[in-house]
């Protein structure tokens, strides 16, 4: 058990609907990171937060936003889905280094969130 | 940004095999790690190395920081260790972790 909790772990839904995935990261983690893995495209990062504050940017679409509550957990949303966006969505949170954002040890990831658009 | 490629894409070995699998990037990194993803597609971490050797039981890694290339080395393997493997690096100046396209290992008894 990484300390990564993802919910909910399966997703079927259809298309040009909205959903939400959360991620709670293990305790003491303030950066947050979100990873999309389809079949065609590996795993591929999304967006990282640190401590509330987007900090990294990657291939995440316009349909999809992200943020960092004062808890520290973190929700992935994603709108007018596809059947493109169907994929494991993975989260992931580390100790940063002080003062950076960037991990400055170990990433953890979640079980991941198995997204189903149909 | 940073390329990751990792080496074979496809390993296919007898349980008790020993095998190598390499990872080159083509920038300095400040963070390198090397992932197991299980059937199940739970992705578990291996080493967290940047440079140097680690070893964890059958598992070691090595990395040539000065090279940008790292070495995942699995001795007698088991079947447990069916999955894919995954190198990903972080360069200075991004927080972001870019993986490789992994190696796909399937360990037959």
């Known amino acids: 058990d990484s300390g990564v909790t993802q919910t909910p772990k399966h997703l079927i839904t259809a298309t040009g609907q909205r959903v939400t995935l959360r991620c709670s990261p293990r305790?003491?983690?303030?950066?947050v990171y979100w990873y999309q893995q389809s079949l065609d495209q590996g795993l591929q990062f999304l967006i990282q937060?640190?401590?509330?504050?987007?900090?990294a940017k990657g291939n995440i679409l316009e349909r999809f936003s992200a943020q960092q509550f004062p808890d520290l957990h973190s929700e992935l949303n994603l709108s007018s889905l596809e059947l493109g966006d169907s994929a494991l969505y993975f989260c992931?949170?580390?100790?940063?280094?002080?003062?950076?954002?960037?991990?400055?040890?170990?990433?953890?990831f979640g079980e991941g969130s198995w997204l189903t658009v149909v | 940004g940073i390329q990751v490629e990792q080496s074979p894409p496809d390993l296919i070995l007898q349980e008790g095999a020993n095998s190598t699998l390499r990872c080159n990037f083509s920038d300095s990194v400040n963070n390198l790690q090397w992932f197991h993803q299980n059937p199940w597609g739970q992705l578990i971490n291996l080493f967290y190395i940047p440079s140097g050797t680690k070893q964890n039981g059958r598992l070691s890694a090595t990395t040539v920081a000065t090279e940008r290339y790292s070495l995942l080395y699995i001795s007698s393997s088991q079947t447990t260790d069916s999955g894919v493997y995954f190198c990903a690096v972080e360069g200075y100046n991004t927080d972001k972790l870019i993986f490789g396209t992994g190696t796909r290992l399937q360990v037959f008894p």
């Open positions: 305790s003491g983690d303030l950066s």
């Open positions: 937060y640190y401590n509330g504050e987007e900090r």
């Open positions: 992931a949170s580390s100790v940063p280094q002080m003062g950076t954002g960037a991990p400055g040890n170990t990433i953890y």
